[in-house]
């Protein structure tokens, strides 16, 4: 179809898809510390994390209090 592009790009590429870059950072932060006693407790911190982090590359979520 010509309305389609296919592009080629590595399996895994957080350098590419920002959506990795997100998970990657939501990993980093919460899930990854395993701090949390319950499942509230980490789908509160994620919430807390989805609200504060900043969309934009750089934006030193993990500088941020959880």
Do not use: D
């Given at each position: 179809?010509?309305?389609?592009?296919?592009?080629?790009?590595?399996?895994?590429?957080?350098?590419?898809?920002?959506?990795e870059r997100l998970w990657q950072?939501?990993?980093?932060?919460?899930?990854?510390?395993?701090?949390?006693?319950?499942?509230?407790?980490?789908?509160?911190?994620?919430?807390?994390?989805?609200?504060?982090?900043s969309p934009f590359p750089g934006?030193?979520?993990?500088?941020?209090?959880?």
């Amino acid at each position: 179809n010509p309305k389609f592009r296919v592009i080629y790009q590595p399996v895994y590429s957080p350098w590419v898809n920002h959506v990795e870059r997100l998970w990657q950072a939501l990993h980093e932060t919460i899930t990854g510390n395993h701090q949390c006693r319950s499942m509230w407790q980490l789908l509160k911190k994620g919430r807390h994390f989805m609200n504060t982090v900043s969309p934009f590359p750089g934006g030193n979520h993990g500088l941020v209090k959880m």
